[in-house]
Structures are given as structure tokens and as C-alpha cells.
């Protein structure tokens, strides 16, 4: 922009490359203040943008216009539309007509741009991968085209869509604009985007597991008035309104969950590798290069598979969909990780925690979600900075006294199941007296009623802090006795 209004304006464009800022807007906005001109701004990703660009333009009733697009609800909130400015909301296509735009680029026009029937399954997979972005439709057709129109080779494409988007040169505008959504991010959103590189593509992930693991990492500052989940809440929220994180409806819409859906979450991976925010080691990827605080394994493992990582500033380990985890691992990883503050085992056929779990001092998220689980050491005791404790779907019946010393804990999650009912039979467990010691518990969940031998109405009057409480077995009697306690809360 420089470059041209200085050579329309006969000015030397090295005078102007040396100006100070002020000077350099007032030399622009005098140029423009005697013309009609049309600027257009696209794909918008920063709040300030107007503040530090607006001064160059000043509104001189000549019937001026910038125009801005952007993809986030949150910059276009940013702007005051005025007789100057327009913003206009870019929408993503509709799954029709990104339909109709794939097809117009990669079938040939004799046969009226027509897809072959054994390709339409593999073409919608790929157009909802593109997200209905008309630039990544148009790459992603443009690469098919130069394909033959066989099932083998666009499936290949589709499996190894992450490798292609990064090193295919027909691709690499995708991802240069996209990655403008992730620069354009303050700080302290990136670390959260970048957290969902950690999970699967299109895996759902529950509110409330994240914000526990966003706090567990310490990304969530304390504001006074909020709790850290209202605020972990108040940064996804920004990020859905940026259009980078979906929204998807729980069961029965009991529960909320988000995802990183397509194109979106290879930006996230891609980053991820580049600032080395997660190792990831699965089927696809089991190079142990690098250096990161995190390290993620999705595949199965040899025993000694730790002694080839040779990096000690691991802080956070998730662990899920192995066939079998053996006690040599856990207690390896305990060991030679002694600072670990995050330990996800959800959906892993894990029969026993060690007791070496209870010299794990700084931890604080352990899920054993879905294990295989039947009691807790006593050494879970010492765990003193942990918050989240997720045992629901386990084979637990009771927990160990040894709770009530986690003096840190936040949400106290646990729940079994009776294989003679159901699978699917949510099924709480005991708890023993003093667990009304832990002052700063907002969650509790589940605890059975009627087979618990301690005085549970006493027991959760100390809980003021108290949000969310599940009990199972309930009878009139319990009930009656309950409903004063937790009116205190």
C-alpha cells in the first residue's frame, strides 16, 4: 500500500520506508483526504487492527469505503460500522454448495462435472475435512485433479491428509492462511488451542475435562470474582467465537463438548511440532526426537520404552487405546519423572496404580476414567497439590481414607458399574469420614447414600464450596435428612 500511493503521489518510496509512524500516517492520510478510494481488507484476525490502521483514513464524504472480511465473531464485534467502514462475516459454505464448487474443480466438464459413485463417499469426507473454506476446496480439488479416479489413491490422500497438507506445494496456501487464525491469537489462547493437538481428529472433548486440564497446567490465571473454571469457560468461548473450536451436543445435552474438526486440527498438530508443545507417539508417528513437556502415546509400548526418551522436562503424560499396560511401565514413569503435574489413563486397561503414584508430589489431574481399577493405594494420600481426581467408570467400591488429606483437591469424581445391571448402570461408591475436610471440593460425584457407614449429612455441611453433588441409592429417609446440608452450600 506504501509502495503504490508513494509512486502515485511522486513520493520516494525509501523516504517514506524511514518515516516515523506518525509521520508516515499523516503523509498517507493527506494523500487520501483529496481522493475517493477503496480499500479491502480480508480475512481479519486481530482485534487491534482498525486501532493501529484507521488513522490512515480519513472520511472525507467523497464516498470512501474500507471494506473488512473476517472468520471471527470477536473482530467483527471489534468494529464500529460507520459511512467509512463496512465488516462483513464471512460464512463457511454450505456442505451444498462446497459440494458444487469441489465438483465444478476436480470432474471434468464433458461429463457435467458428475462424481462417480465410488468416489462420492471419500468426496464428502474430504469436503467436510475442507470445512466449507472455499480456498481449501479449491486446493484440495486442484491436487485431485492432477490424480487418476481411483478409490486407492484419493484414500491415501485422505490418511496421510497431515504430511500432504504441510509438504504438498498444491496445499500450502491452506495452510499459511489458516495458520493466520493461529498468529492472530493473543498469548494465553494459543497454549489452549494448542492443547487440543493432544487429542485425536474429530474426538469429542468435554468442557469440563479441558478446563480441569487447562488449570492443571497452570494456563488459567486467577481473576478476582471467578472461579478458574468460569474463566477457563470465558477462554474457549473465545476460541469458538473465532470459529476455531466447534460446539457439539452432548447425550440427552447433559454434557458439553467441543472438537477440532478437519483442517483445523493439522494447523493445531502442525504448531504443535513446531514449538515443540507435544510429543505425540502413535501408529503413524513414533519418533522420539524433540524435546517437549508433554508426551502423548496412543499405540502399544515396549517395556523399556522410557529409557530411549532421554528428555527429563516431560510434566504431563496421556495415555489411551493400548491393548495392555504393564507395572514396570507405571512405576518407570513414576520414577523418572518424579515433576509430573498431569496423568490421563482414560479408556486403558489398567488393573493397579502403584504405590510409587504417591511420590508424584506436584500432580495435580489423575484420570484413571474407565480402567480397570478395583481400590486406590494408600499412598494416594500424599498427592498434596492435586485438584482433579477422575475415577468414574472404574471398579472401585470405596475410596481410601487417605482422601480426605488431599487438601487441594477440587472435584472428586467416582463412580462404578454393576456388570449384572448394565454397563451403562451408574453405580457410586463409598466414602469414609473426613471427607468433609477438603474445604475446596466443588465437585463430588458419586457417592452411594444408603451403604456409606459415615454420617454423610454431617460430612457435606462442612462442604460450602460445594457445586455439583451425585448420589446414588437414595431413599425418603436419606433425602429428608440431606436437603438442610445442602441448603448450606
Not at 258 to 276: F, N, P, T, V, Y
Not at 328 to 355: A, G, W
Not at 367 to 381: A, C, H, R
Not at 423 to 452: C, F, H, N, P, W
Request: charged share 25%; proline share 3%; aromatic share 10%.
Amino acid at each position: 500500500m506504501v509502495r503504490q500511493i508513494g509512486a502515485a503521489g511522486n513520493h520516494d518510496v525509501r523516504d517514506l520506508s524511514i518515516m516515523q509512524d506518525d509521520e508516515l500516517i499523516a503523509t498517507l492520510r493527506h494523500y487520501l483526504q483529496s481522493k475517493r478510494y477503496l480499500f479491502v481488507f480480508d480475512d481479519v484476525w486481530q482485534e487491534e487492527f482498525w486501532q493501529v490502521v484507521g488513522h490512515v483514513f480519513p472520511d472525507n464524504e467523497a464516498g470512501s469505503r474500507v471494506i473488512i472480511t473476517t472468520r471471527s465473531d470477536t473482530v467483527a464485534a471489534s468494529f464500529e460500522t460507520t459511512s467509512l467502514t463496512h465488516v462483513l462475516r464471512v460464512e463457511p459454505l454450505s456442505e451444498e454448495h462446497s459440494w458444487e464448487l469441489f465438483c465444478s474443480r476436480v470432474f471434468p466438464r464433458e461429463n457435467a462435472w458428475h462424481c462417480p459413485p465410488e468416489l462420492e463417499q471419500l468426496s464428502l469426507e474430504i469436503i467436510r475435512m475442507c470445512q466449507g473454506l472455499p480456498l481449501a476446496i479449491v486446493a484440495t480439488a486442484g491436487l485431485l485433479s492432477t490424480k487418476t479416479m481411483r478409490v486407492l489413491e484419493w484414500r491415501e490422500l485422505l490418511d496421510n491428509w497431515h504430511y500432504e497438507l504441510t509438504s504438498n506445494p498444491h496445499l500450502s496456501p491452506i495452510s499459511k492462511i489458516l495458520a493466520l487464525s493461529f498468529h492472530g491469537l493473543p498469548y494465553y489462547l494459543k497454549m489452549c488451542f494448542l492443547y487440543f493437538s493432544i487429542f485425536a481428529a474429530d474426538s469429542l472433548i468435554p468442557y469440563e475435562k479441558l478446563f480441569k486440564l487447562w488449570i492443571a497446567e497452570g494456563f488459567i490465571p486467577e481473576v478476582i470474582g471467578k472461579t478458574l473454571e468460569e474463566v477457563a469457560e470465558e477462554y474457549l468461548n473465545e476460541l469458538i467465537q473465532r470459529n476455531l473450536v466447534q460446539v457439539c451436543e452432548g447425550f440427552y445435552g447433559l454434557e458439553k463438548f467441543c472438537r477440532l474438526h478437519g483442517l483445523m486440527h493439522e494447523i493445531a498438530r502442525q504448531k504443535a511440532d513446531e514449538l515443540s508443545f507435544c510429543r505425540i507417539i502413535n501408529d503413524s508417528n513414533s519418533s522420539l526426537n524433540g524435546k517437549s513437556r508433554r508426551l502423548s502415546i496412543s499405540n502399544n509400548i515396549k517395556e523399556n520404552f522410557l529409557e530411549t526418551i532421554e528428555d527429563f522436562r516431560v510434566r504431563s503424560v496421556f495415555i489411551s487405546n493400548l491393548g495392555s499396560l504393564n507395572n514396570y511401565f507405571l512405576v518407570s514413569l513414576f520414577t523418572k519423572y518424579p515433576l509430573l503435574t498431569l496423568l490421563d489413563f482414560e479408556n486403558v486397561p489398567l488393573e493397579r496404580l502403584p504405590e510409587e503414584v504417591g511420590n508424584l508430589f506436584y500432580l495435580k489431574y489423575l484420570s484413571l476414567k474407565n480402567t480397570k481399577v478395583k481400590k486406590l493405594p494408600k499412598s494416594v494420600g500424599k498427592l498434596q497439590n492435586l485438584q482433579t481426581l477422575d475415577l468414574r467408570q472404574t471398579l472401585l467400591v470405596e475410596l481410601p481414607v487417605e482422601i480426605k488429606l488431599l487438601q487441594n483437591l477440587r472435584h472428586l469424581l467416582a463412580s462404578g458399574y454393576d456388570s449384572n445391571i448394565s454397563m451403562d448402570s451408574t453405580q457410586g461408591v463409598r466414602i469414609k469420614e473426613g471427607i468433609g475436610y477438603l474445604e475446596g471440593l466443588q465437585t463430588l460425584m458419586t457417592v452411594e447414600a444408603s451403604l456409606t457407614g459415615v454420617d454423610l449429612k454431617k460430612e457435606l455441611e462442612k462442604l460450602r464450596g460445594l457445586r455439583k453433588l451425585g448420589i446414588t441409592r437414595l431413599t425418603a429417609e436419606v433425602v429428608s435428612a440431606l436437603c438442610p446440608s445442602i441448603e448450606k452450600m
